[in-house]
T-cell receptor, first 110, second 115 residues
Framework: GIQVEQSPPDLILQEGANSTLRCNFS?????LQWFHQNPWGQLINLFY???GTKQNGRLSATTVATERYSLLYISSSQTTDSGVYFC????????????FGTGTQLKVEL | DGGITQSPKYLFRKEGQNVTLSCEQN?????MYWYRQDPGQGLRLIYY???????QKGDIAEGYSVSREKKESFPLTVTSAQKNPTAFYLC??????????????FGEGSRLTVL
């Protein structure tokens, strides 16, 4: 099956710092999403981005499908950004199911 | 408000008992999913359903069963055959289309602890 790898696995930032999270995938995909899982376990949709670039406030994401990676940028980080960030992909022609990456655990400190 | 409702949020059961987790959505989504998450791990697909009265096994279906009698509902039963049932269970839904490109939305999850 498709392999989805995220880096770094863990990240500690000072409040106000910027960061880049990466998602690599092994096959052609037609759907890619980024989620933030808060400390209570809830998964929050950040971006639906099978290709191109999107921005939402301090967050932005870019997917280069032909090179099989996606990047999530967090600028001016806040303590509320802490949690786990997952990317999830849907394999082209692979049916209607998302495969999740291993996640990046982010902690933002004062 | 539109959304996905899972219940109960917390559940404790004795070993050997079957448990059913509820998932209801009012988003008029066609496809529904169950994922399992263990501490410090990612999400793994248990079962999914693209239309009423039809469902497919995911990557870790052993010890679980589902039904899809109504479009809005997709309950998951954790049977006594599941060897490590203690986990966080997440239900999700999306539109189903020929391009397989619907955005997935999640409920708040159910934490099952087997004593």
């Amino acid at each position: 099956g498709i392999q989805v790898e995220q880096s770094p696995p863990d990240l500690i930032l000072q409040e106000g710092a910027n960061s880049t999270l990466r998602c690599n995938f092994s096959d052609s995909v037609n759907n890619l999403q980024w989620f933030h899982q808060n400390p209570w376990g809830q998964l929050i949709n950040l971006f639906y981005i099978p290709s191109g670039t999107k921005q939402n406030g301090r967050l932005s994401a870019t997917t280069v499908a032909t090179e099989r990676y996606s990047l999530l940028y967090i600028s001016s980080s806040q303590t509320t950004d802490s949690g786990v960030y997952f990317c999830a992909v849907k394999l082209t022609g692979g049916g209607n199911k998302l495969t999740f990456g291993t996640g990046t655990q982010l902690k933002v400190e004062l | 408000d539109g959304g996905i409702t899972q219940s109960p949020k917390y559940l404790f059961r004795k070993e050997g008992q079957n448990v059913t987790l509820s998932c209801e959505q009012n988003l008029n989504h066609d496809a529904m999913y169950w994922y399992r998450q263990d501490p410090g791990q990612g999400l793994r697909l248990i079962y999914y359903s693209q239309i009423v009265n039809d469902f497919q096994k995911g990557d870790i279906a052993e010890g679980y069963s589902v039904s899809r009698e109504k479009k809005e509902s997709f309950p998951l039963t954790v049977t006594s055959a599941q060897k490590n049932p203690t986990a966080f269970y997440l239900c999700a839904s999306t539109h189903w289309d020929s391009q397989n490109t619907g955005e997935l939305f999640f409920g708040e999850g159910s934490r099952l602890t087997v004593l």
